[in-house]
């Protein structure tokens, strides 16, 4: 079992992404609904403990971020929600589960991420 944190920077203004809207889903239910904190991060993603193996999609509410930001987008917006899908392996034998890192970086019109540390 492993466990899983989130960091999003907002590349527009270079700071952390401070109050954006993210969801945890495993299949077709919600793990965690929260909000980014002054650090761009949710650290209640604790909360959750140990997540077992399998496929996970972290929610990024993005347009409504930057719009509260004063930033002006299209309508509708290039980048409205990111969805980033990925996996969480079993341990391999004898070892303990592993640290998942998501992080985001992201602007309205491009994003990237990365399995951190």
Not at 33 to 45: I, S
Not at 93 to 101: A, D, M, Q, V
Request: aromatic share 10%.
């Amino acid at each position: 079992m492993s466990s899983l944190s989130t960091h999003v920077l907002d590349q527009v203004s270079g700071r952390p992404a401070a109050g954006m809207s993210v969801t945890l889903w495993r299949g077709e239910t919600i793990l965690f609904a929260g909000v980014t904190n002054e650090d761009g991060r949710c650290p209640e993603l604790k909360s959750l403990g140990e997540l077992e193996p399998g496929s996970y999609r972290l929610e990024f509410a993005v347009a409504p971020y930057f719009r509260q930001e004063g930033v002006t987008l299209s309508e509708p917006p290039f980048l409205d929600t990111v969805p980033i899908v990925f996996g969480i392996a079993a341990p391999r034998e004898g070892k303990t589960g592993s640290h998942y890192h998501v992080p985001l970086l992201v602007a309205p019109f491009a994003y990237s991420t990365y399995r951190g540390s």
